[in-house]
Structure formats: C-alpha cells, structure tokens
C-alpha cells in the first residue's frame, strides 16, 4: 500500500557473566541496527553495540605459591567497571553477503595497581562474506568465510557451511584456523 516504516531494523540486548576462578566478568550491551535499501535486490545494514564491562578479582580466592609473588598481602575483592563499544555493517546484494566490524572500539583497561594483573580489552576486527546458494526451494547452502584480527598483529579465519532446510531446520560445519572443527545443528 505504499506505506513506509520509521525504522527499518532492530534492538536486542545481551548479558554475559563470566566466572573463571578468582575473576568474574560481567558485560551488559545493548544493540541496534538500521537497514538502508539501497534498491530491490541490495542493502547496507549498521550497527552499534553501546555497553559496559566490569572485570573483578577476589584477592582472596588466590593461591600464591611463590613467596616473592607480587600478589602476596593483597585480599579483598576489587571490581572495575568500564564503557564498551562496538560497530559494524553489513552489505547485501541478492545473494552476496560482506560486512566489516569492530569491537572493543574504546579499548578499556583495566588495572589493580599490579601490572601482573592489569588487563586490557583489545580492539578486535572482523571482516566476513558469505553466499546464499539454493539448491532447489527446500533447501539453501550458505558457505561463509570470517577473518578476525586482533590488534592488528594477530589473524584467524573460520570457514563455515550451513545448510538450511526449508528456513526451519539448520546444520552444518565449521573449521577454525588450525585450531578446530564443529558440527552445527
């Protein structure tokens, strides 16, 4: 009918703790995407993921072996909390997929008065594309390959093949540079 859509996109949000011995870190993102149609058959989609990461560490929890430690005579439990930000964009053109992304865009560090134990989110970037092939109306194989970089001086891949039966059911496999091989269902 002719009608238009204010926002051609979407909005999500995501909590990951993660508690790993004595640290536990905690992210909370929000997320939203806009999709400018360029024409019938391509679009150019941006996002943005807007957030904060908090890192702690319970002095307590730590077993010291060696006397000469740094981390000998801290105990308590310190928390740092920090803005995180990441961006990306996606172009499609019938089939064809690309997109480039960053995370971690601001870098936060953080530190306890202890280089031993300072840390720093590192700017990670990616860059992907991919294919829709049908096979016949039930069934579309997307083969996908994802670079990632970190920092600018350490690089991966993933090659990934999905097989998606009539939009309800998915599996396929995965391959991570030298690193390891998943089935996906």
């Known amino acids: 009918s002719g009608k238009t859509s204010l926002w ?6 995501y909590v990951v703790n993660d ?3 004595p640290t536990n870190n905690l992210e909370i993102q929000f997320s939203g995407s806009y999709v400018l149609n360029l024409n019938e058959s391509s679009s150019l989609t941006f996002g943005l ?13 730590i077993i010291v072996v060696d006397p ?22 996606l172009y499609r053109n019938g089939n064809f997929f690309g997109g480039l992304s960053a995370n971690h865009l ?9 280089d031993q134990i300072s840390n ?10 991919g294919y829709d092939y049908a096979l016949n109306q039930e069934v579309t194989i997307t083969p996908t ?3 990632k ?22 599996f396929g496999a995965a391959y991570r540079d030298t690193e390891s091989a998943s089935a996906l269902v």
């Open 149 to 170: 970089n970190i920092g600018f001086n350490e690089y991966s891949w993933d090659i990934t093949a999905i097989a998606k039966v009539r939009d309800r059911i998915w």
């Open 68 to 89: 000469n430690d740094n981390l000998i005579g801290m105990s308590g439990k310190e928390s740092q909390m920090k803005p995180d930000l990441g961006f990306g964009i």
């Open 120 to 129: 720093q989110l590192v700017r990670h970037y990616y860059v992907m594309a």
């Open 19 to 21: 508690n790993l011995g």
């Open 106 to 114: 601001i870098q936060p560090e953080f530190d306890y008065g202890n």
């Open 145 to 147: 390959l994802l670079i």
């Open 49 to 61: 993921k807007v957030g904060v990461f908090s890192t702690s560490i319970d002095f307590d929890e």
């Open 8 to 13: 051609n996109g979407g909005f999500g949000a």
